[in-house]
């Protein structure tokens, strides 16, 4: 019935144990946990919602851009504060970050002017924690 046993915790109310049905497929991959003391069951379905695969994608562009200074300042921002950032907030980080490289840089600096339809609260945020020593360098 079961195709494999995942994991086994042991718990305050006995042993857990998790497992795959052979039936499950890969849009549906939900597990079954099974109490082995009163043989209740739960299904757990790791579904993930729209925001957080917004949140998962600018994390991974933040890290993974085409300039090293952006990965390590972008990278840095996006690790302490993407749970953190609204809705409307991930709309315009992503916005920004589909931006060329060169143009981010200099808008984070404030090396050149922003364009009005950039300047957003996360820009700010961005250029704040750009200027606080984001990787941890002292300054001398």
């Known amino acids: 019935m079961f195709k494999s046993i995942k994991q086994i915790k042991s718990s305050p109310i006995g042993f857990i144990t998790i497992t795959r049905r052979n039936f499950c497929s890969k849009k549906d991959r939900s597990f079954t946990i099974k109490n082995v003391d009163d043989e209740s069951k739960i299904k757990i379905n790791n579904e993930i919602s729209e925001v957080e695969k917004l949140r998962k994608k600018l994390l991974y562009q933040s890290k993974e851009r085409g300039m090293l200074e952006n990965d390590l300042l972008l990278g840095s ?29 200099n808008w984070i600096l404030k ?20 200027k606080n020593d984001p990787l941890g360098y002292t300054r001398k």
């Open 77 to 105: 921002f996006a690790t302490l504060n993407i749970q953190k950032l609204t809705e409307s907030q991930l709309r315009d980080y992503n916005l920004l970050l589909q931006q060329p490289d060169p143009d981010i840089f």
């Open 111 to 130: 090396k050149t002017e922003v364009p009005e339809e950039f300047e957003t609260e996360v820009l700010k945020l961005v250029q704040h924690h750009c």
